[in-house]
């Protein structure tokens, strides 16, 4: 930094203030590739950070957070266009999870889908701190993770047990697994109880 001025004579001087500030920067630059990998981590793992204020309304996303909900980064995220993007069935389950936590100022820890606008649906887990201010204020810390997939994973396995129970009903043939070090039965098809006369409990 530097300053003119004049001597009481009337000559021009110029006073200068060196600071050294090579720890500052370092620490800015440590800041910075620390958010960056955060980031990566977050997109990697399908999972956005968020700040909620219930009382406002207000919300502070991640950028992950704003691709998960397909929505422009440049624009203010609240609960409102949260409240769009949830699908109708599950706005009143999401609507008294917040309303509860905001209540009780307890965490909260649950799942809900969104409706795109191309009409697919998303799997979202939330799970949020609740953080009590000085002044009183409420407000909730968290994470979303987008579990589409699993979720579709798990539906196709459902489908595919639902439709192997009914193959084995109908061909009267059942399946089976014997834990040959523990001996008993690892896994028993329904229609084994059926065959061989037991019931389940037997």
């Known amino acids: ?68 909900f397909q929505c422009d980064p440049a624009t ?21 999870t917040l309303e ?17 606008p191309d009409g697919s649906v998303k799997y979202l887990h939330s799970v949020a701190r609740a953080v009590r201010h000085p002044s009183g204020r409420i407000e909730f810390v968290g994470a979303v993770t987008d579990v589409t997939m699993a979720k579709e994973a798990e539906q196709r396995l459902r489908r595919s047990e639902a439709y192997l129970t009914e193959a084995q009903r109908l061909s009267q043939t059942s399946s089976w697994a014997w834990d040959v070090h523990r001996q008993e039965f690892a896994y028993r098809s329904a229609e084994l109880y059926r065959l061989f006369g037991f019931e389940p409990d037997q």
């Open 100 to 116: 509860r936590a905001y209540r009780l100022a307890e965490d909260f820890d649950h799942q809900y889908r969104l409706l795109m």
């Open 1 to 68: 930094n530097a300053k003119a001025m004049l001597r009481g004579d009337g000559t021009p001087i110029l006073l200068v203030a060196c600071e050294n500030i090579t720890q500052r920067k370092e620490a800015e630059d440590a800041l910075r590739q620390s958010e960056a990998y955060l980031a990566q981590a977050q997109e990697l793992s399908h999972t956005g950070s968020f700040g909620l204020n219930l009382a406002t309304g207000e919300a502070v996303w991640s950028r992950e957070t704003f691709r998960i």
């Open 76 to 96: 203010k995220p609240s609960l409102g266009f949260v409240f769009q993007r949830i699908h109708p069935e599950d706005r009143d389950t999401v609507r008294s």
